[in-house]
């Protein structure tokens, strides 16, 4: 019994001999990953701010409205003053009264109802309106369209909502600043779904990919929606 | 009872204990090796500490509280952060680094440690994070990171 009894004192001698020994640290960490938050694009020199579809779309969301988004600047417009703009302001005054930099950059996106619209063979009169260049030498100015489409979030294949609308935008292909003729905003090698037939509901399990562009609320059609307008770049891998 | 009797029997026990004690103790190197390794290595550390430090006279090592709060990891790169950890243990220890939690995924961990001896010898651990450049795609970013680092 007293052997026991020692013992056991001299395993709390041990214990307490031995417990402030560490034999393990844990070390707590913090931080933030994402994209360097700069212009893809070399023809734009605004500072990029990372965004997202809910503070986009307004109080609407998932549906959207110029009404809650931090872009409305009045009753009737939002994001930049003019969709094709090619010197765009880089911020705008909100209706608060807020600085608001326009330049985006969502990530987490696929990309959609992919189409072309709205040819031209010269500028819009904001950038001058002059012909657009004879690149293909056929002694008339060329031809560039709108290639248009909408953004869903990564692994939302089954509802019309929350999504935004892209656009490359005519004046800045026939600038050089976009399309085919670039590395970091080409409109054809977009990686998109497949068309499908109206009412294009069947989304595909798209390719992710993360764009930059200037926020533009678009009142002009039947059912007015905010935008990327232009789309000035965009990435799958770097 | 006279007192040289009383003395008598204290004394007996006072042996009879130094030889429970003995027999004890004998018991218990045996069946407590775990316990008496733990005091060959006593680990502390300095965390985020400037890449090239002088871990042997740096001050301020502490085995609670070690946090890096300063990663800022962007796709496509690398960044590494660094420690100095200490072993007043008696014996040197080949340390092992792993990371705990979740970390986003297209983004990984590495480290370099080695041996740090014993006595008050100090080494100088690096800890990175690199980041693919399709890490960033299939979410949102930025996103927040927080993850744990266990040295041992």
Redesign the interface.
């Known amino acids: 019994m ?10 709390t001698v ?2 307490v ?2 417990g ?17 938050p700069m212009s893809w694009n070399p023809n734009v020199s605004c500072p990029v701010v ?1 965004g ?1 579809l809910r503070t986009i779309l307004g109080s609407a969301y998932p549906n959207q409205s110029l009404v809650g988004s931090p872009y409305q600047v009045n009753a009737t417009d939002g994001g930049i003053p003019n969709k094709r703009m090619l010197r765009p302001p880089c911020s705008i005054v909100n209706i608060n009264g807020q600085i608001e930099p326009v330049l985006v950059q ?3 996106v696929y990309l959609t109802s992919y189409e072309t619209e709205d040819c031209s063979t010269k500028f819009d009169p904001i950038n001058n309106g002059t012909f657009y260049p004879d690149i293909n030498g056929d002694g008339r100015p060329d031809t560039f369209c709108d290639s248009t489409g909408n953004l869903f ?2 692994g939302d294949t089954n509802s019309f909502n929350p999504r935004i609308h892209i656009e490359f935008d005519h004046d800045w292909m026939a600038a050089g600043w976009a399309g085919a003729s670039t590395t970091y905003d080409s409109n054809e090698t977009i990686p998109r779904c497949p068309p499908v037939p109206p009412p294009m509901t069947n989304f595909c399990n798209g390719t ?3 764009v930059q562009g200037f926020v533009f609320w678009d009142n002009k059609d039947p059912s007015s929606h905010w935008e990327l307008h232009a789309l000035t770049a965009w ?4 | 009872m006279s007192r040289l009797t009383i003395k008598l029997i204290l004394g007996m026990l006072v042996i ?2 130094l030889v ?2 003995v ?3 004998s ?2 190197s045996i069946s ?1 090796t775990g ?2 390794v ?2 060959g ?5 300095i ?1 985020d500490v400037a890449q090239g430090a002088s871990c042997g006279t740096a001050p301020g090592y502490s ?1 609670t509280g ?12 690398s960044q590494s952060k660094y ?1 100095c ?1 200490k072993n007043t ?1 008696a014996s040197s220890d080949t340390l092992t680094i792993t990371r ?1 939690g979740t ?2 995924s297209g ?1 990984s961990f590495s480290s370099a440690g080695g041996i740090v001896n014993g006595n008050g010898g100090t080494l100088l651990v690096t ?1 990175t ?1 690199t ?1 693919s ?20």
């Open positions: 007293r052997t026991h009894v020692a013992s056991l004192l001299i395993l041990l214990m001999a031995s402030g020994a560490n034999t393990s640290l844990i070390v707590g960490n913090t931080g933030i990953f994402g994209w360097p990372l997202d969502v990530s987490g979030l990564v992710p990919i993360a990435k799958t891998s770097s | 009879i204990s429970a004690i027999i004890g103790a018991l218990l407590n316990t008496l733990n005091v290595n006593n680990l502390f550390a965390v085995d070690l946090i890096i709060n300063s990663w800022n990891v962007t796709v496509g790169s420690a950890v243990g705990t970390i986003p983004v800890f994070l980041a450049t399709t890490a960033c795609l299939s979410t949102s970013c930025p996103v927040a990171l927080n993850f744990g680092i266990s040295i041992s």
